[in-house]
């Protein structure tokens, strides 16, 4: 779907950019609300696509978060 020499961007990498975007924005309203520093965050996300056991296609997503500075502002218990 990319082109023959995969130098476009193909529907997947559409739909991944915008799944991070929205996750990203999501996730920032509930650290915003709880009060935690995070630092700046970023989401990563991969979309595929494939069959599914019953025959149909299914959409799959993983996302990957990254928040740089939690690990350093969790309490110490």
Do not use: H
């Not at 961007?9 to 920032?28: I, K, Q, V, Y």
């Amino acid at each position: 779907m990319g082109g023959a020499n995969d130098d476009y961007t193909n529907p997947e990498m559409l739909f991944a950019s915008g799944c991070a975007a929205c996750f990203d924005n999501a996730l920032n309203l509930v650290i915003k609300k709880s009060k935690v520093n995070t630092g700046e965050t970023s989401v990563n996300a991969k979309i595929s696509i494939g069959q599914i056991e019953s025959g149909r296609f299914g959409l799959g997503a993983e996302l990957w978060l990254i928040f740089p500075t939690l690990r350093q502002n969790l309490p110490k218990t």
